[in-house]
């Protein structure tokens, strides 16, 4: 075999064959990975979750992680916002003409290896090649399907005054590991992703607490982007203490430098739960107890007041809103 | 007074002094973006007296940039093929017709860099690039600017040049003195200009204080402003002297003296300021973008109904201008106060009211 993806790989005859069995199959090892035009599964009794989502991410490879554990985690923690347990996922890779096949495996290993964590099987994939410079190396878009925790109806629109509002980790890790390792900026900081698959530390909380009102995954927008979407779905208040809010030092500094707000980093292992009050303590005590999730935290509260806002408590003491996201992130010059 | 602020309590003591403040109306103008920035980030206005009023003054660099030289940049990314590298907030900022960040969807290279070296570097790395960077700011990045110079002339590089629109501050405070009672000066500006100039700013009647950039320092700094105000004297107050010495940076002055050379400046909203403005000398004219590309006959166009200058200038509030909310809004900026999300005319789109009032209803 050839050691990059060449278009003959994407031809669909000897080649693509090749490149299947030699990375695909070899990893996506499960009863149902098949080699028919559709793989036919056993349906699950419960209500079903459906997900999709494309990634794009520049470079690839990542202090932490590459665009395949990405690839896995952003599906699987979708389906877990909506208590759904990850069951099957499909994967669609667009490649580059050109690109290395020992990476395109090291890709594909790690989606196994995320996928494995929390027992989703990848049951089917496509494969494309596009000529140089149509694709940006590689592009994948996974789906996933799975099933809803019985007892559990969790939306953005359920959040309600007096709940608690918690962040499973400190915010902004991964958003500052890729403006790092774009290099465009001749920082150096010891940042690393928080990406990470998010399914058990969920089905924990949601076992002993099924009444979580909200779960949502801070990814692009990052948390920030998160509580007003929230706000404004659920149309209540919130409250943030920005001392409470944890920040690894490492991401602090990089946001001073460039003059961003951590809040709206991207995250790829956060979650932000909107929990009744009295379970806000139960919820942060399990969730300190799973893997990924040990710095969860509570930062803040719903309020009946100031709907659609998100106010924030500063270190003066002041009261004031955090201003909503949006437009490109442009680090500021002063 | 500012040694009993720095106490244990200081913070709370300053708070409860510019709540407190019952003396006569005061206006304040800070004059320097990471001022403007950390003061709206911390809601220092929402613990003020109403007897306070806080002006946001020309010290933003991106706020004062001249549409003139957006279009002489983008004459450069679009006509002569150059690589622009800049800060990145400059990108959204609108010339005539448009911003570098539109004129990056029509083709032209437009690279974000954290500072003037990373340019250089990007022009050794790409030798057949003409790399140009956007030298604005004030005394604080001048002279890493000219740094940039000195080290691409060290490498040899003949693809590298500054497309300057360097200010200086004082130029800032002699041509905004009327619109404020009492300066925050800038720290950093004044860790490497040194106090001087806040003297002569005294000399003419002008007050004010030096300050740093927590919420804390700029609390501390607020409170000595107006306990000085009350006593009805023109005073200068340097309240971050652990940064901030009397004569300031020498290297730093030095190396700006050597490669650059007052010249007159357009500050967006204000107009042409006498001697406000830096270049390089003649000496480096390989390194000056307006002499190695001929942009002559570049002349901006600023939209005439926006009001950027006198928002400015705390002479009108945003939406009295008739562009606000509606040709200007913070996806399609006219003016560069709706640019960043602290500049006034954002501030204002985005809360209204609120961005000033009491946050509990």
């Keep these: ?334 | 007074m500012a040694e009993d602020l720095k106490k244990e309590d200081g913070l709370a003591k300053a708070r409860r002094i510019l709540q407190n403040y019952d003396g006569p109306k005061v206006r304040i103008m800070e004059v320097c973006g990471t001022h403007t920035h950390e003061i709206f980030r911390q809601g220092v206005r929402r613990v003020l007296s109403p007897q306070i009023e806080m002006i946001s003054g020309p010290g933003c660099p991106v706020c004062v940039t001249a549409v003139t030289f957006i279009d002489e940049a983008i004459s450069l990314a679009l006509d002569h093929g150059c690589t622009i590298t800049t800060f990145g907030d400059l990108v959204r900022v609108p010339g005539t017709k448009k911003s570098l960040q539109i004129a990056r969807g029509e083709g032209a290279n437009v690279k974000v860099v954290y500072t003037p070296l990373d340019a250089v570097a990007y022009a050794k790395d790409h030798p057949q690039e003409e790399v140009v960077f956007l030298a604005v700011g004030f005394e604080t990045t001048t002279p890493s600017e000219c740094l940039a110079v000195e080290k691409a002339m060290e490498e040899g590089l003949t693809n590298f040049s500054l497309l300057t629109a360097n200010k200086t501050m004082p130029a800032a405070y002699e041509a905004m003195k009327d619109a404020t009672d009492l300066y925050l000066y800038p720290g950093h500006v004044h860790a490497i200009i040194g106090n001087k100039i806040c003297e002569d700013m005294l000399q003419e009647g002008v007050s004010g204080v030096v300050g740093g950039f927590t919420g804390k320092e700029i609390l501390t700094a607020l409170a000595v402003g107006v306990t000085e105000f009350q006593k009805g004297k023109p005073f200068f107050k340097n309240c971050y002297p652990r940064v901030v010495t009397g004569e300031g940076s020498p290297q730093a002055m030095e190396l700006v003296d050597k490669m650059m050379e007052p010249c007159d400046q357009e500050w967006r909203g204000i107009g042409l300021l006498k001697n406000s403005g830096m270049q390089l000398r003649g000496e480096y004219a390989a390194y000056d973008a307006r002499k190695k590309f001929d942009l002559s006959g570049i002349i901006g166009k600023p939209n005439p109904a926006c009001r950027c200058g006198q928002v400015l200038q705390g002479a009108i509030k945003p939406h009295e201008c008739p562009c606000f909310g509606t040709a200007c809004t913070p996806e399609h900026p006219v003016g560069a106060c709706m640019v960043s999300s602290e500049g006034a005319c954002s501030a204002w789109y985005l809360y209204g009211d609120l961005a000033n009032k009491p946050l509990n209803k």
């Design chain 1, 1 to 334: 075999m050839t050691d990059v993806v060449t278009l003959a790989h994407g031809a669909g005859g000897k080649q693509t064959s090749e490149l299947i069995e030699k990375v695909f199959k070899k990893h996506f090892q499960n009863d149902f990975f098949t080699a028919d035009d559709a793989s036919v599964l056993p349906r699950p009794q419960g209500k079903i979750a459906m997900t999709t989502d494309g990634f794009i991410v520049s470079p690839q490879f990542f202090q932490g992680g590459n665009i395949g554990k990405l690839s896995i985690c952003g599906t699987v923690n979708d389906l877990s916002c909506m208590g759904a347990k990850p069951l099957y996922m499909t994967c669609a890779f667009q490649i580059e003409e050109g690109f290395p096949i020992d990476q395109l495996e090291e890709i594909v290993a790690s989606m196994e290896k995320t996928a494995a964590e929390v027992g989703v099987k990848l049951v089917a994939g496509d494969t494309k090649v596009a000529g140089r410079g149509q694709v940006d190396h590689v592009f994948i878009t996974t789906t996933g399907v799975g099933e809803i925790l019985d007892g559990v109806d969790t939306s953005g629109a359920y959040a309600k005054p007096g709940d608690a509002i918690i962040v499973t980790g400190d915010v902004g890790r991964h958003g500052a590991t890729i403006l790092l390792s774009r290099d465009d900026y001749g920082i150096e900081a010891d940042v690393t992703t928080d990406c990470a698959p998010l399914w058990n530390p969920v089905e924990a909380v949601l076992t002993a607490v099924p009444e979580v009102h909200v779960i949502r995954d801070a990814t692009r927008g990052g948390v920030g982007t998160v509580l007003y979407e929230i706000a404004h779905e659920s149309n209540v208040g919130i409250r943030l203490n920005s001392e409470d809010i944890p920040v690894n030092p490492g991401v602090r500094g990089v946001c001073g430098m460039l003059g961003l707000e951590p809040l709206y980093l991207a995250c790829e292992g956060r979650l932000v739960m909107f929990v009744p009050g009295e379970k806000a303590q139960e919820v942060i005590e399990i969730l300190r107890g799973q893997k990924y999730t040990e710095g969860a935290a509570i930062i803040g509260h719903v309020t009946e007041d100031m709907a659609g806002h998100v106010v924030m408590t500063t270190d003066i003491g002041a009261e004031t809103l955090l201003p909503e996201p949006g437009n490109e992130l442009l680090p500021r010059i002063c």
